[in-house]
């Protein structure tokens, strides 16, 4: 008896609530005039990032394969010039090689540029936009100066020998390749984000104050930031059609726009791109292939293995040594004679100057000899296979030590 009240009063509570429930609906679907109806239902859901910007996902690389033995590759070589640049050379010393040219300074030139920003950088990009879809086997991206110091010392500094003698069988397999052998500079560890501005060589590198993690993280949103960046310098290199298309064309349009609307100076921005080409094409974050392979499988120069390889640079850069301290004793007396006077070293600068010329002198022949030996052994496709990287392992207790006693 005493239960029956109170229920009664919660009953009539529920039926007029839910009656307000009903009634402010239809309140609702009046106010929001004819023929239009408040949407209850869930909102849909998010859409899906785009996973060709998102740089958490990594790219899959395959290896590519050489053509059959005897087979051409077809090849454009793509260059960066102002207008003022000189590049007859190409045509004269290099006919048979298709080149593209991009006049960043001239509007009407034939193959433009959004905005002449970011050096090489902007060029190399235009030039992969442009053309995804009709690549050749090998893109060559180089400078427009003939000779330069970061050209391969080997090949005499000359870049027609660079690109006459490019093994494209090689940038089929590797799918990228830098142009320059040397490690120096760029490699083995260059680039640090994870250091204080004070730990910086402003001097020898300074790229690197420019690389911050926000920096990263603009370029390469959502993808790890690397302690360490290294690869060798400097923006020249080939690429393989199929690892160019291994990239989403829709990266390459991000690379630009970055280009296009950062605030750095331009220097800086293209050099940002230096140190990490070999990571868009690569995916690793540092790659310093070894010198002697390079040298050898990738334009025919096989010293006989990373030692021997080690030993003749050795030579040669005590030879480059001596020949500066001997210069500078010429240039003195060059000094002296422009201004009037007669320079006379004493007997033991004398005899220096003697035992540098000799030691120079004998120092030619034997680095012209092994350079000679070394071209030799290059074509033979056996040397060259026992300086290519390669995962077998077939004769791979032929270099271990043996026990003769």
């Known amino acids: 008896m005493l239960a029956g009240p109170p229920r009664l009063v919660s009953l009539i509570s529920i039926v007029l609530i839910l009656c307000l429930g009903w009634w402010y609906l239809r309140l609702m679907r009046v106010s929001a005039g004819p023929g239009l109806n408040v949407d209850t239902s869930p ?11 998102d740089f958490g996902i990594p790219l899959k690389y395959t290896d590519g394969k050489a053509k059959p033995p005897g087979s051409n590759y077809t090849v454009a070589m793509v260059v960066p010039k102002t207008r003022k640049e000189d590049i007859r050379w190409m045509a004269a010393e290099m006919p048979e090689i298709p080149v593209v040219v991009y006049e960043v300074d001239n509007p009407n030139a034939e193959n433009k540029i959004p905005q002449n920003k970011g050096r090489e950088a902007m060029v190399y990009l235009s030039y992969i936009i442009d053309h995804y879809d009709d690549l050749p086997d090998t893109t060559l991206f180089m400078h ?35 142009v320059r052998c040397h490690h120096e500079p760029g490699c083995p560890d260059w680039i640090h984000m994870d250091r204080p501005g004070g730990d910086f060589d402003f001097f020898k590198k300074p790229e690197e104050i420019y690389w911050r993690k926000h920096i990263w993280e603009e370029i390469h949103p959502g993808a790890p930031i690397p302690p360490t960046i290294s690869g060798i310098c400097c923006a020249q290199f080939a690429v393989s059609r199929d690892r160019i298309r291994q990239v989403p064309l829709a990266r390459f349009k991000h690379y630009r726009q970055w ?18 080409w070999h990571y868009i094409f690569t995916g690793h974050e ?6 002697n392979s390079c040298y050898c499988d990738g334009y025919g120069f096989c010293f006989g293995g990373r030692q021997k390889f080690a030993d003749f ?38 005899k220096r100057i003697a035992e540098l010329h000799a030691n120079i002198n004998r120092w030619d022949k034997e680095i012209e000899k092994e350079r000679n030996e070394a071209e030799e052994r290059g074509k033979d496709p056996n040397m060259r296979k026992e300086e290519t990287e390669s995962w077998d392992s077939e004769h791979i207790w032929d270099y271990a030590p043996k026990n003769d006693g």
């Open 286 to 291: 540092v790659y310093c292939p070894a010198m």
């Open 144 to 178: 427009a100066h003939r000779h330069a110091w970061h050209n391969n010392q080997l090949m005499g500094l000359d870049t027609v020998q660079i690109v006459r003698r490019l093994n494209h069988d090689r940038v089929a397999r590797l799918g990228y390749m830098n």
């Open 43 to 53: 909102p849909p859901p998010t859409p899906f990032r785009d996973e060709a910007l």
């Open 259 to 276: 280009l296009l609307t950062t605030n750095m100076d331009d220097q800086f921005s293209g050099r940002i791109f230096e140190y990490i």
């Open 313 to 350: 640079f050795e030579k040669h850069d005590e030879r480059n040594k001596q020949y500066e301290e001997m210069h500078s004793y010429l240039k003195q007396q060059e000094d002296a004679k422009k201004a009037g006077r007669v320079l006379e070293f004493n007997e033991t600068t004398t």
